[in-house]
């Protein structure tokens, strides 16, 4: 099966006991034992549930893994991954990561014990340099938040390869739809599957794929230990997401470009971050790894903190919202929403600046959101 016809099919089609061409939600949290000692394959919600199984399935189909494991929220799924390592843990990752994820590394697992070096992920030699006898993990993301810098999936593989290193790659912004990096060898792949896979903001949940049976059995393990599984119905509507994921990201894609070109030659717009357009970094290796370059554009304003204000406050399709990957366009202010929780002179240094604007292109009519975009850049002008 190709990729689009795995994403409407599922990894299990009909439901076999009913035919349903829908796999059905099956809202229960515990199961009948067929005899003591004997159930049919499941006996509680928390360990394992029809629904979020053909979920786990599918993505893990769809990323070309073996395993998959659903969570409440891409959160759940990252905490669940970093159970995996025990107290005295290094751990190295890339220095434009997402929010959440820092605030995760430095303000809960180090209280654990678990040390953390950041670092420009796409720099070898400094990767290299960080390694020391404790370093168990590197956690990259595929495609960078909210600078849209891509990573040389293949050499971060290379390197934690040669040092026997668990690899994790943070997939939520390209999806598989883009690039798969388990076929380049990386160990477990995390989604929140609250943006693209799902795609309508209407689900928080997460995701974690992985090839390796040992890892498999592990995440399962600490999936029920844990407790941080998602629930039947959120599944079940993530699945009816992935069924339109091909569609809708092409769709985004061609909004998007359409809108960093638009951008680009704006005189309100200092700078496009946008892989699709040549002078981004990560054009080249973008053209390279990925089938596309995506539906997220980030730009930097001119005229500073009022300019960001007056445009966020203008805007009237784009939706003044965090989160992105919906087919809603969303638009937002790293500095003080989604990396508020980085300190200030992290963030700086990520290249993550106060005059920095993230949309996430939705699947409205492009000439619809062009028209609000310079309504609202010239607004912010005005200022
Ligand atoms: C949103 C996001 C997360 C966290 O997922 P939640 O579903 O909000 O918990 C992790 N990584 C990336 C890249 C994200 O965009």
């Given at each position: ?254 909004n ?61 399709y ?11 366009s ?32 939705g699947i409205e009519n492009v000439?619809d959101l ?14």
């Open positions: 099966m190709r990729f689009e016809t795995e994403a409407v099919h599922g990894a299990s089609g009909p439901d076999p006991l009913t035919g349903a061409v829908v796999p059905p939600v099956y809202q229960t949290s515990t199961f009948v034992f067929e005899d003591v000692g004997k159930t049919r394959g499941y006996d509680y919600s928390r360990t394992s549930n029809p629904t979020r199984k053909e979920l786990e399935l599918t993505i893990a189909a769809l990323e070309g893994a073996g395993h998959g494991f659903a969570f409440a929220t891409g959160m759940a799924a990252e905490s669940t991954v970093m159970h995996l390592l025990k107290q005295g843990d290094h751990v190295i990752a890339q220095e434009d990561l997402y929010g959440g994820t820092y605030r995760l590394f430095e303000s809960v697992m180090n209280r654990f014990g678990l040390e953390f070096t950041f670092l420009d992920i796409n720099d070898r030699r400094s990767i290299e340099k960080a390694i020391r006898p404790n370093t168990r993990m590197v956690w990259f993301e595929t495609v960078s938040n909210p600078l849209l810098n891509v990573v040389d999936i293949q050499m971060i593989a290379d390197v934690a390869g040669g040092h026997g290193l668990l690899t994790v790659a943070d997939n939520t912004l390209p999806t598989p739809y883009l690039v798969r990096p388990v076929e380049y060898g990386i160990d477990l792949v995390v989604h929140s599957t609250t943006k693209y896979l799902n795609g309508h903001c209407d689900v928080v949940g997460g995701a974690v794929v992985t090839a390796s049976p040992e890892l498999a059995e592990r995440m399962q393990f600490l999936s029920n230990a844990l407790g941080t599984c998602a629930s039947p119905f959120d599944c079940w509507l993530v699945l009816r997401g992935i069924r339109t994921l091909p569609i809708r990201m092409r769709q985004h894609e061609e998007a470009r359409a809108i960093a070109a638009f951008l680009n030659a704006h005189p309100a717009v200092k700078e496009v971050f946008y892989p699709g357009l040549p002078s981004h970094p990560s054009h080249q290796l973008a053209a390279r790894l990925l089938k596309g370059f995506g539906g997220m554009v980030s730009f930097e304003i001119h005229g500073g903190i009022p300019s960001v204000n007056s445009f966020l406050r203008t805007v009237k784009f939706a003044l919202a965090e989160s992105l990957g919906g087919v809603h969303l638009a937002e202010h790293p500095a003080t929403m989604s990396h508020a929780s980085m300190p200030e002179e992290f963030r700086k240094n990520a290249g993550i600046n106060d005059d920095l604007i993230r949309l996430s292109i000439d062009i028209e609000d975009l310079s309504r609202s850049l010239a607004a912010g002008q005005r200022q």
